[in-house]
């Protein structure tokens, strides 16, 4: 009896074996081995569009598309892996992100930048370099704010109260630009501006104040709503110090939504941190993008 039993036993596990051996198969001829898109950076078909030096380096990752289907969100440079059933022709689509309001864990598809759509056929293993190009979307509508081009009262910005008020210059780099310069000796410490021109945001869009900035001290930016005869301040976002140009994006779309004034004035506050002796602000490009 005992004997049979181990027949049946073993019966059972050569049954056994050989299913997962069939399972094991089934799995690798299900396996895929995915299609490498490699990018570096974005480029701009029309470079001459964008007002600023730094849109491009603030495009800081890519959301990827293969047959309208993401793929999955990857940091710049990135190589992506494509995996596919099929080896005929796909759509691949690489859509330009950005740090949404300065933040780099809200991050986000830029909705004005047109994604890059290309051809892609399989090639498994094989990495493929590829440089996609973006450009502004034809109905987006860029208003400059400030461009502290001198000669107009909308390039200015009025002082509130005491303090360092902001005057114009021309950078380098960048071009016209307002300044704040900060001396603890002299007790200047502070600097709190409003646009002299209001502006209008549009309801039920994308909206989005940008400008570029340069600082050794930290500052916040709001807008100062009207409406019925009401003044409401609000402060929006903190931005930290930069050694270097670069932009910043304030969403204000939901702003927007909640506040529906009927027009806002944009408020930047900026402060000589205790301690230090002196420090500076720099702010150019502001506009407001939109549809």
């Avoid at 027949?7 to 490498?36: G, R």
């Avoid at 598309?65 to 990857?74: A, E, K, P, Q, S």
């Avoid at 270097?244 to 408020?267: P, R």
Wanted: with cysteine.
């Amino acid at each position: 009896m005992n004997r049979i039993y181990t027949q049946i036993k073993y019966c059972l596990i050569f049954v056994a074996c050989s299913f997962a051996m069939h399972s094991c198969n089934l799995i690798n001829k299900h396996e895929q081995t995915p299609t490498y898109v490699h990018v570096d950076s974005f480029h701009f078909l029309n470079p001459a569009i964008p007002r600023s030096l730094s849109h491009l380096s603030q495009i800081k990752e890519v959301w990827a598309y293969y047959d309208n289907n993401l793929i999955g969100v990857f940091d710049l440079p990135c190589t992506i892996p494509v995996m596919t059933n099929s080896d005929t022709l796909g759509k691949l689509t690489l859509a330009p992100g950005i740090a949404v309001d300065g933040l780099n864990n809200l991050l986000g598809v830029y909705p004005f930048y047109r994604p890059d759509t290309s051809s892609l056929r399989p090639q498994p293993g094989k990495i493929i370099n590829y440089a996609p190009a973006t450009e502004f979307y034809s109905d987006a509508k860029i208003t400059p704010l400030s461009s502290f081009a001198g000669g107009n009262s909308s390039n200015t910005f009025k002082l509130y109260g005491s303090g360092v008020p902001m005057e114009e210059y021309t950078d380098s780099i960048i071009g016209p630009a307002g300044i704040v310069n900060f001396l603890a000796s002299t007790n200047d410490t502070v600097s709190e501006n409003y646009s002299v021109d209001s502006l209008i945001i549009p309801l039920s869009v994308p909206a989005y104040i940008e400008f570029d900035y340069k600082s050794t001290v930290p500052f916040y930016i709001g807008l100062e709503a009207y409406f019925a005869g009401v003044t409401s301040d609000v402060p929006l976002s903190g931005i930290a110090p930069s050694d270097h140009w670069q932009k910043f994006y304030l969403s204000v779309a939901d702003f927007e939504a909640q506040y529906t004034a009927s027009y806002y004035f944009i408020h930047i506050k900026a402060s000589l941190p205790p301690g230090d002796a002196s420090g500076s602000f720099e702010i150019a490009n502001i506009q407001l993008v939109t549809f």
